[in-house]
């Protein structure tokens, strides 16, 4: 799609990637459906495959990370843990339902992980960074036989590092993740936004025209936006 259209009131796009917008749902901020809250759904549904009654922890709460920690409380997450450097995003994050908060600047996250889950780790740990510390947090976060999911983008050619014996021995598991399936899953993100499952209003923080989008992807860029911005043609 990323060839087809940016920043245009029209682009061409397949049809089985379109799907109707609900009256019921506001027009503008209904955009992060196709974007943060898909990239979420499809790390917590298709690739964790997350059950109700699990823990889990969210590494980087920005827009894909807000959209992870609604989803959690959807899927009926028992314990939600939101990590971040930056304390604006843990609060926000609490307000999104988040139940356990970690600063990973003054806290050391597995630990603090563990301590929120009584020295077990969380059944999943979402990485939405895309930083190989915070990949090796997501790692050493997990029960034995936990799920860690990597939805954050690096730089090409970015590597981080396991501990090998970790991973085999306790059958840790590592799945990458990006989005989901427009054709089954939109319809349905569009029907748990539609029943409330999770606010789209308090996820977008930001409304930018046209002539500002140069700014606020700076501001993107510098880690200064606490949820989504939309820019609004």
Known sequence: MYSM???????????HGLAVLP???????????????????????????????????????????????????????????????????????????????????????????KEFTHDRGVDIAIEALGNPKTFIQSTLAIRDGGRAVIIGLAPMGCMAEIDLVRLVRRQVKIIGSYGARARQDLPTILGLAEMGAFDIKSTVS???????????????????????????M
């Open 5 to 15: 259209g940016g920043l245009a009131e029209y682009c061409v796009v397949p049809a």
């Open 23 to 113: 009256d019921s749902l506001p027009f503008s901020e209904s955009a992060i459906l196709g974007c943060a809250v898909f990239t979420a759904y499809g790390a917590l549904r298709n690739a964790a495959d997350m059950r109700a009654g699990e823990t889990i922890a969210i590494i980087g709460v920005g827009g894909v990370g807000s959209s992870c920690l609604q989803l959690a409380r959807a899927f009926g997450g028992q314990t939600v843990i939101a990590v971040d450097i930056d304390e604006k995003k843990l609060e926000k994050a609490k307000a999104l339902g988040a139940t356990h908060t970690v600063n990973g600047l003054k806290e050391n996250v597995p630990d603090k992980i």
């Open 206 to 232: 930001e409304k930018h025209t046209l002539e500002e989008a140069n700014s606020i992807y700076e501001a993107l860029h510098r880690g200064q936006v606490l949820g989504r911005a939309i820019v609004e």
